[in-house]
Nanobody, 126 residues
């Protein structure tokens, strides 16, 4: 079983930065698609960003230009650098992965990846 563990969540003032990390079990193939999702309070889960082999990345319009997703294959980790944070970014953030890389990143807007972490909370205050 593929296991994922998120870290780096916390509280930050608007305009600040936060870096989330997703540690993936060494049994995870490096060609998995890995995504960050978030669930704002009282709202549905939404896709934030994905990264595939070859560092092909996708970002939701709401975070484009502010967030950067990257992978460190040697450490088997995927990071989400979040800059210029807004109160609207407040949510529980989840790391997820799937072995199906045949679809475009937008496929994961309304489909569920196979492996999920437990989430890490991010609170942005104004």
């Amino acid at each position: 079983q593929v296991q994922l563990v998120e870290s780096g969540g916390g509280s930050v003032q608007a305009g600040g930065s936060l870096r989330l990390s997703c540690a993936i079990s060494r049994r995870s193939p490096t060609n998995y698609v890995v995504g960050w999702f978030r669930r704002p309070p009282g709202e549905e889960r939404e896709l934030v960003a994905t990264i595939k082999s070859g560092d092909n990345t996708y970002y939701a319009d709401s975070v484009k230009g502010r967030f950067i997703i990257s992978r460190d294959n040697a450490k088997n980790m995927v990071n989400l650098q979040m800059n210029s944070l807004k109160p609207e970014d407040t949510a529980v953030y989840y790391c997820a992965a799937d072995s199906n890389t045949l679809y475009s990143s937008e496929f994961w807007k309304n489909h569920v990846m196979n492996y999920w972490g437990k989430g890490t909370s991010v609170t942005v205050s104004s």
